[in-house]
């Protein structure tokens, strides 16, 4: 069966820090990953995604970046973080890009900028 | 632009039924999903209609109208442990999942 790890669980860091959420896959190969940021109350926003390794996209211009270093592991980082950047932010994977294929959700990282 | 439209909050009783709507306007569509969020935790994907018509899945049943461009959750025989927070989303012609701001369901003993 497939796992998704995604860590840390929470996160408090100062105005103009950097960041990096970390994201691995378990038990597939060349997985579909995203990257999405939920404030609180609201929908999910997505953020970056990835068909394969090396292959980003960008669905939201901002202060955030995403890697890909190897297939089963996505990386989001920024150099430095705003107070905008708080939030609930969580890794996602699909088998493919199928219509029906759905997402399965990592537990989330609550990030807070103080 | 592109929106989805469902109610912030529904109240219902343990044990009765519940229907939660949504109506969209995407460009595109393929399909819509629905996913479930306890307070915390991360979305858990429930059903996907691609089609008219309804799609069961034990207690919960999902339906969808595309000439109307609306959709519906129908949770019975509701249970406390319901209680969270319903997403429905759409895939746009970009093959991304558009979301609505959810639903809270809260259920009473």
């Known amino acids: 069966s497939q796992t998704i790890h995604q860590w840390p669980a929470t996160l408090v860091q100062p105005v103009g820090s950097p960041l990096s959420l970390e994201c691995t896959v378990e038990?597939?190969?060349?997985?579909?990953l995203y990257w999405y940021r939920q404030a609180a109350g609201r929908g999910l926003q997505l953020l970056f995604y990835?068909?394969?390794?090396?292959?980003i996209s960008s669905e939201v211009p901002q202060n955030l970046s995403a890697s890909r270093p190897q297939d089963r592991q996505f990386i989001l980082s920024s150099k430095k973080l705003l107070l905008s950047d708080s939030g609930f932010y969580l890794c996602?994977?699909?088998?493919?890009?199928?219509?029906?294929?759905?997402?399965?959700f990592g537990n989330g990282t609550r990030l807070t900028v103080t | 632009g592109q929106s989805l439209e469902q109610p912030s909050e529904v109240t219902a009783v343990e044990g009765a039924i519940v229907q939660i709507n949504c109506t969209y306007q995407?460009?595109?569509?393929?399909?819509l999903s629905w996913y479930q969020q306890h307070d915390g935790g991360a979305p858990t994907f429930l059903s996907y209609n691609g089609l008219d018509g309804l799609e069961e899945t034990g207690r919960f049943s999902s339906f969808l109208s595309r000439s109307d461009s609306y959709g519906y959750l129908l949770l019975q025989e509701l249970q406390m442990k319901d209680s969270a927070s319903y997403f429905c989303a759409v895939r746009d012609s970009n093959y991304q999942l558009i979301w609505g701001a959810g639903t809270k369901l809260i259920i009473k003993p």
């Open positions: 990835s068909v394969g390794i090396g292959q």
């Open positions: 995407t460009s595109g569509f393929y399909g």
């Open positions: 996602a994977w699909r088998f493919d890009s199928s219509y029906n294929s759905p997402l399965h």
């Open positions: 038990g597939t190969s060349n997985p579909n």
